[in-house]
């Protein structure tokens, strides 16, 4: 009976999550939002490198050393360019921005016509290089994730984080790869690349997998208003009496980009004023109206949890047991257990 490769495996495991992801952007859930390409992408691409490499180091197939840089190379733009889905607004052109990051690809394949042996060193630096641009694009922290709705955002915005490391360490692994082809030989090389590349291929694509599910919201073509500046209690002010007065935090979409248009405010403006005043990034700002709302509810109302966690915007509960212990030190069960039973008025 012939050995399946562990890769082969890989691969039929990342397959199904890509089936599964596709098939979610697709669901009623996903109405609004916009898919995530490049990320969906990366999930099927990181299912074929795992076949490959399952070729080339089960069977020693060599005619899989043409195929699978190109395909290595395609990966950190495809990350750079699902991380930047979530943050800008504003996209550049279609063709150019498709033809910017397929540059790699292109050199990769030129440098296997005519000088191999760069591609050990040219494709760590193009992991490392879009590595840094992702964490570039996370400078802000969870608020540069301006398309993203405030209840995924920190879990989005951890997940990125971790895909960019984990490219530093697939450049990493890839110069241990030539250094041991040129030390023993590629003595080493087989059991590297098995395990460390089909570490890295599984990281990317959970990482990917957590940032479909937190997918920007489909854009609009409204434009915020450029308004004169405005102290941070002033600006704070207007974000308040929004949450007070229209309960805008109900809104389980809600991101930076939507509560800027509906305060005519510069995202900027107000991600500033709520760090400066508050000390806090909009996402929890703004959870901190929904666990209010929430602790009013489980108080004043026999609601079950889960209907009160749907009404006060969050959409998952483990994300709304999270910001409820963060903001009360504990959880929803325990603080309705703490408080009396509520009088519920009958009619007479």
């Known amino acids: 009976m012939p050995l399946i490769p562990l890769s082969f495996v890989v691969a039929i495991l990342l397959l199904i999550l890509f089936v599964t992801m596709s098939n979610d952007n697709d669901g009623p859930a996903s109405i609004g939002r916009a898919r995530n390409s490049p990320f969906l992408l990366l999930i099927l691409l990181s299912a074929f490198q795992a076949f490959f490499s399952g070729l080339r180091w089960g069977y020693s197939i060599e005619a899989v050393t043409y195929i699978s840089p190109v395909g290595a190379a395609l990966v950190p733009p495809l990350a750079y360019c699902g991380a930047a889905k979530l943050v800008q607004k504003r996209r550049i052109f279609a063709v150019a921005r498709l033809s910017l990051h ?3 690809a292109a050199l990769i394949i030129l440098l296997i016509v005519v000088r191999r042996n760069a591609i050990d060193v040219v494709l760590p630096a193009i992991f490392t290089g879009y590595a840094a641009a992702i964490l570039h694009l996370m400078q802000p922290g969870p608020d540069a994730l301006r398309r993203t709705p405030f209840e995924s955002a920190p879990s ?12 530093f360490l697939s450049a990493a692994l890839d110069l241990l790869v030539a250094l041991d082809f040129s030390w023993t030989h590629g003595k080493h090389a087989a059991a590297m690349v098995a395990v460390g590349n089909l570490l890295a291929l599984i990281i990317l694509s959970i990482a990917s997998a957590m940032a479909v599910r937190g997918r920007a919201t489909a854009e609009t073509d409204e434009v915020i208003p450029s308004i004169a500046e405005q102290t941070d209690k002033e600006t704070l002010g207007t974000i308040r009496s929004l949450m007070e007065t229209k309960r805008f935090y109900r809104d389980p979409d809600l991101n930076l980009d939507r509560l800027a248009r509906k305060a005519v405010l510069p995202t900027r403006q107000i991600s500033t004023a709520i760090n400066r005043a508050t000390g806090k ?9 929904r666990i209010a709302d929430a602790c009013r509810l489980l108080t004043e109302t026999d609601k079950s949890v889960t209907e009160v966690m749907l009404e006060v915007g969050f959409q998952t509960k483990s994300n709304f047991n999270r910001e409820f212990r ?6 929803p069960v325990q603080w309705r257990q703490m408080r009396p039973s509520p009088t519920l008025s009958r009619p007479s």
């Open 156 to 167: 989005v915005y951890r997940a990125l984080i971790f895909a960019a490391a984990t490219l």
């Open 102 to 104: 397929a540059l790699p």
């Open 326 to 331: 963060r903001v009360t030190d504990m959880t």
């Open 281 to 289: 990034n909009v996402s929890q700002f703004v959870n901190d109206f």
